[in-house]
T-cell receptor, first 114, second 113 residues
Framework: DAGVTQSPTHLIKTRGQQVTLRCSPI?????VSWYQQVLGQGPQFIFQ???????GRGNFPDRFSARQFPNYSSELNVNALLLGDSALYLC?????????????FGQGTRLTVV | SQQGEEDPQALSIQEGENATMNCSYK?????LQWYRQNSGRGLVHLIL?????REKHSGRLRVTLDTSKKSSSLLITASRAADTASYFC?????????????FGTGTRLLVSP
């Protein structure tokens, strides 16, 4: 079975641009969460989607948005990019609402804002 | 804010030695998970230990959990150069409607041949 897949793997954008990151969860998993990891730190929670509805949002500005599609894949959008948005963006997949179950991560998208 | 804190921040050992990493957390938990991350790539799930478990094994990995001290440890036995990575502990935080994984800052492990 394929694991969590994310695309693209690397991306370079300039300040002010917009970016869309994509995630396909493990087959049968209904929950997708997004995390941002800046260099030298642990991942920070951005969004959680379950059954196509937003279930939780982290402390990120409104420039960050996301959605989940009927096939449970997800997109993360970031508008008006800032240099500080440069980070590894990780998608996590869970079979159910992530509470007492394992969360499996993709390889991430490395976003560089110049 | 970080829920967990790993200790030490960095660890350097020789192949064949054992590596022990510790994690402390602040709130009550249902479970705790350990992840490995190679060179800034994705997180690999290593093991989940539930709050009613005290110890769990997976191959060369041994995880302990002490809920009274709000701490966990990850032991890697007979380490290999391929074990070189950053290791994170993570716990769920939130209410019954929604919970998010909260990570520590990680331990960077270097295993030299």
């Amino acid at each position: 079975d394929a694991g969590v897949t994310q695309s693209p793997t690397h991306l370079i954008k300039t300040r002010g641009q917009q970016v869309t990151l994509r995630c396909s969860p493990i087959s049968g998993h209904k929950s997708v969460s997004w995390y941002q990891q800046v260099l030298g730190q642990g991942p920070q929670f951005i969004f959680q989607y379950y059954e196509k509805e937003e279930r939780g949002r982290g402390n990120f500005p409104d420039r960050f948005s996301a959605r989940q599609f009927p096939n449970y894949s997800s997109e993360l959008n970031v508008n008006a990019l800032l240099l500080g948005d440069s980070a590894l963006y990780l998608c996590a997949s869970s079979i159910d609402r992530p509470k007492n179950t394992e969360a499996f991560f993709g390889q991430g998208t490395r976003l560089t804002v110049v | 804010s970080q829920q967990g804190e790993e200790d030490p921040q960095a660890l350097s050992i020789q192949e064949g030695e054992n590596a022990t990493m510790n994690c402390s957390y602040k709130t009550s938990i249902n479970n705790l998970q350990w992840y490995r991350q190679n060179s800034g790539r994705g997180l690999v799930h290593l093991i989940l230990i539930r709050s009613n478990e005290r110890e769990k094994h997976s191959g060369r990995l041994r995880v302990t959990l002490d809920t009274s001290k709000k701490s966990s440890s990850l032991l890697i036995t007979a380490s290999r150069a391929a074990d070189t990575a950053s290791y994170f502990c993570a716990t769920f935080r939130g209410d019954t409607g929604f919970q998010k994984l909260v990570f520590g800052t990680g331990t960077r492990l270097l295993v030299s041949p």
